[in-house]
């Protein structure tokens, strides 16, 4: 099938996600669709899949104008998308899984949906057991399994989001065979969102490239990866040299760890910053960066590995009674036995003994209960340790994480001020907050709500609220949408620290500004530290490969 | 004690939790497909008013009209019931899927003022005699040992609360529909992108799910506990909704669960009886202290511990059996674009 997209546009409310994009998807060829997060590919794929309606364009299926109101018209049409989180239920069992929505049949044919489903894994040389449940499927496993239904349903056209993230070099090989059988056996139209050069590299006939909502340009494959990187980021922009600071004692270590989540695992990963010094962390999102920010800050649990805070371990704090609830269970249990004993030398008759095991059930309850509010009161999270010790995390989600929706600024600056005392003073709590409105910037008075503000000045408030001194501050995309001159004002801002003496670990997804801010860059990709590298001598060009996974 | 006492026994303790199970059903379905609906309480007790009240009426009317008899009367009581329970779980559903507000906080009032409506309606109504289902002993098969007196020998409404039980087995887990409507429960998102109507189906068993709590309520004001007075069966609808989460939202679990309820209420009886000098509130207080201890059994990791050290085949298809994860989408309101 011959697909056309002519001039899409997509805009919601203020952002114009997709500006004008048109393309053309002929059959037994593999595409790729590339660009920085926010660049419009899943807002295009979106589209092309009958998810969202664009707001104007045509899309031409073999020169007929079609219409999707939703993906199973698209799907119908022989359009299928195969999403990152797939599409899929996890509670049920696969074959139920397959069978949801796929035909009209008032009565479930388990036996026909397991042999199909044995039929398309055996020619692609999937392993896919129909009984077991898709929660316990690997993603790769499932993504395979929606592939198959796919295509069990006659789709013609497939779409594939970031495919290889989070799954086995194994699966992607077999993922990769059956994308090219696929192209080139059936003459399927095959499209890739990726954001790793090699791989599409490796697979695709043609890459699209979008920045900012438009087409920056499309180029045939094979090419280098040099003229993929110059498409995407576009020119280079030359380094202000800064001052070189003397970096002092090592203030953060992180030693061997490994750590993750769901989607990505980072194994031994080793990384020490000094006083003074500022190390940007580079990397697609997802590649283990955003990971490496949270278990520094103890926020995730390191698996294996240490995390030191100025030489001191930051690894939470177990309660000195957690031995308490095996003395409540020990109590139940001899007071039992002490029962059985009177009721067989005839000490304890009748009802008695029953009377018994409830007062010893209640008392053991209750020496439980007050041994779990102990525990929770005298064991201490690593976060806090890390707080305490003069660490701070700026999240990226700012009413998410970093601020509390509907509180004031005033009330704002009333909770970070460790005064300890039970009363709040409102009025020097104010006090304070007008300094840091006037000091920051911020537009804004000492009570407007906080999810009032723009982002700009709700980034800004955060950075105001931070304390002062900091050994070491740990940010997520500090500047990320915000204009050249605040962002340069914030940066200003953290120089300041840095001549205190405070350590900076950033992530970031600008390269220019990683390149421009940080000393040291840290390069993740797929969850590996491919490298690190001193920021004066590396190039935007080459800091692209790394994070397309090429390493150092 | 015999064993024709024994069967006696079981048989009455299936009788009574009949009512029960009904209710289980219909929250099982509308759980599943994602809707909380916490005002079955307060449903339930509008509707045995309601179908005992129209029953009543129905058959005074009809005498004198001179067609005598209790089925019509009593078909009409439930009908109304089951169209009251509809109605009020298609409010929650309505709140949550038009009017995007809190199931939870939707639910409990709601609850609440069905309640007092309940007993404001009925007032005039209360201790008065009324039609009751009659007892109909199915032929030939209530005469096979054990298995007759035990499933054959009770009235049609115990009948088809099993038979109801077992089509909601057949329904979920078995036919096409049912498998979407797990599916809008489990991952709306999903289920959307595979062309189901989400919200549809979410009205659509909501409202089934109420209808059948509704018949739960008419089958107590009309079999179970005959009539209706002030706060006739209020409480019940609360034990439905911890006996759903008990019974792993499955429907023969469920029932179960309802009937290892009535079980608890019957030794609870028992024990009042060989105990006189014991308070009787401390058995009554027995039979919730066992159901915390078994939610608690199958909600916690002591569970997990147990399977553990199950023989490692066995492992799998136990922790599945013993698996309380309520649908993944429950209580969440779904946005069509």
């Known amino acids: 099938m011959r697909v056309e997209l002519q001039d899409i546009h997509k805009v919601f409310g203020l952002v114009h996600a997709n500006r004008g994009i048109s393309l053309i998807l002929e059959p037994g060829s593999i595409y790729a669709v590339l660009g920085e997060n926010g660049a419009g590919k899943s807002t295009l794929m979106k589209i092309l899949s009958g998810f969202q309606k664009p707001t104007s364009g045509t899309i031409l299926l073999d020169g007929k104008p079609a219409i999707f109101e939703t993906p199973i018209d698209a799907l119908q049409r022989g359009v299928g998308m195969v999403y990152q989180d797939p599409a899929d239920f996890p509670p049920l069992r696969v074959v139920e899984n397959h069978l949801l929505a796929y035909d009209t049949k008032f009565q479930l044919a388990f036996t026909a949906a397991a042999d199909t489903l044995h039929t398309y894994a055996q020619r692609f040389n999937f392993h896919i057991d129909p009984q077991v449940h898709v929660d316990s499927m690997t993603l790769g496993e499932r993504q395979q399994m929606e592939v198959l239904r796919l295509l069990a ?30 192209a080139y056996e059936d003459q399927k139209t095959i499209v890739l969102v990726s954001h790793k050069l090699e791989e599409v590299l490796e697979l695709c006939s043609e890459v699209f490239v979008l920045r900012q909502g438009e087409l920056a340009g499309s180029l045939k494959l094979p090419a280098t990866a040099n003229d993929l990187v110059k ?16 970096a002092g004692k090592s203030v953060l270590t992180l030693a ?18 000094r006083e003074s010094e500022v190390v940007g962390l580079a990397g697609l999102e997802g590649s283990g960066q955003g990971l490496l920010l949270r278990a520094a800050a103890g926020l995730i649990p390191l698996k294996e590995g240490k995390l030191t805070l100025d030489d001191l371990p930051v690894e939470g704090k177990r309660s000195p009674f957690f031995w308490m609830p095996w003395v409540a269970g020990l109590f139940f249990l ?28 209640i008392l053991s309850a209750t020496i439980w209960l007050i041994s779990e509010i102990l525990i929770v009161w005298t064991s201490e999270s690593a976060y806090h340790q890390f707080q305490k010790r003069g660490g701070a995390f700026v999240p990226a989600g700012r009413l998410e994480e970093g601020l509390v929706p509907n509180l004031t600024l005033t009330e704002h600056m ?111 990709s797929g969850g590996e530290m491919v490298g690190l590298v001193d920021a004066n001598e590396i190039t935007v060009e080459d800091l692209g490969h790394m994070i397309g996974g090429q390493r150092a | ?192 992108v595979r062309g189901v109507p989400v919200n549809r189906l979410r009205y659509l068993y909501t409202a089934v799910g109420g209808a ?116 993944e989408g429950l209580g969440q309101a779904f946005l069509e674009d």
């Not at chain 2, 989460?245 to 608890?264: D, E, S």
């Not at chain 2, 609870?268 to 105990?275: E, I, K, M, W």
């Open chain 1, 153 to 182: 349903l006659g789709a013609d056209l497939l779409i594939l989001d970031e495919p290889t993230t989070g799954i086995s070099a194994e699966q992607k090989e077999a993922l990769f065979n059956t994308i090219r059988r696929l």
């Open chain 1, 231 to 246: 498409l995407m980021f576009g020119q280079e922009t030359e380094r202000t040299e800064r001052s070189p600071i003397d």
């Open chain 1, 256 to 273: 061997h760890a490994s750590f993750g989540d769901r989607r990505l695992t980072c194994e031994s990963i080793d990384l020490s910053l």
């Open chain 1, 334 to 361: 001899i007071r039992l036995v002490m029962l059985m004993i009177g009721r067989v030398s005839g000490a304890i008759v009748g009802l008695a003994l029953l009377g018994g095991i409830a007062v010893a059930a």
């Open chain 1, 414 to 524: 009333a909770l970070v001020t460790p005064d300890h005392q039970f009363t709040v003073h409102w009025d020097r709590a104010e006090t304070s907050i007008k300094e840091l409105i006037q000091r920051y910037n911020i537009i804004g008075r000492p009570n407007s709500l906080v999810n009032e503000l723009s982002g700009g000045n709700q980034q800004r408030t955060m950075l105001a609220l931070l304390r002062n001194p900091l050994r070491l501050v740990l940010l997520e995309h500090p500047t990320r949408g915000l204009d050249i001159t605040s962002a340069n004002w914030i940066w200003d801002l953290f120089q300041e620290r840095r001549l205190e003496g405070t350590a900076i670990l950033f992530m970031s997804a600008d390269l220019d500004e990683l390149r421009e801010r940080s000393d040291r860059i840290a390069v993740f």
């Open chain 2, 1 to 192: 004690m015999s064993d024709s006492d024994l069967i006696k026994i079981l048989a009455s303790i299936l009788a009574q939790s009949a009512p029960l199970m009904l209710a289980i059903t219909g929250e099982t379905i509308t759980e599943r497909v994602g809707v909380i609906n916490l005002s079955i309480d307060g449903s339930m007790l509008i509707s045995a008013m309601t179908g005992f009240v129209v029953a009543l009426n129905a058959g005074q009317a009809l005498t004198a009209a001179g067609i005598p008899g209790d089925t019509l009367p009593i078909l009409a009581g439930f009908a109304a019931a089951a169209l009251i329970g509809a109605l009020a779980a298609l409010l929650v559903a309505w709140g949550s899927i038009r009017l995007k507000q809190d199931q939870v906080a939707v639910g409990f009032v709601l609850t609440l003022l069905l309640a007092d409506m309940a007993n404001f309606l009925g007032q005039n109504f209360t201790h008065i005699p009324g039609p009751s289902v009659a007892h109909t002993p199915i032929p030939i098969l209530k005469d096979i040992p054990i298995l007759g007196p035990l499933f054959f020998d009770h009235d049609l409404l115990i009948y088809s609360t099993l038979l109801i039980v077992a089509s909601a087995w057949w329904w979920l887990y078995r036919t096409q529909p049912g498998l979407q409507l797990r599916g809008v429960g489990e991952r709306p998102q999903s289920a959307f």
């Open chain 2, 212 to 327: 059948l709590v509704g018949l739960s309520g008419a089958a107590f004001s009309l079999d179970i506990k005959l009539g209706w007075s002030d706060n006739h069966i209020l409480g019940i609808g609360w034990i439905a909704l911890a006996i759903v989460i008990f019974g792993g939202w499955h429907p023969v679990r469920g029932a179960a669960g309802a009937l290892l309820f009535g079980l608890t209420k019957y030794i609870a009886t028992v024990l009042q009886q060989s105990f006189p000098q014991v308070p009787v509130v401390l058995f009554n207080a027995l039979q919730w202290l066992l159901m915390m201890g078994v939610l608690l059994m199958v909600g916690s990791d002591i569970s997990k511990r147990l399977v553990s050290i199950a023989p490692e085949a066995l492992q799998g298809p136990l922790s599945r059996m013993l698996r309380v994860a309520p649908p």
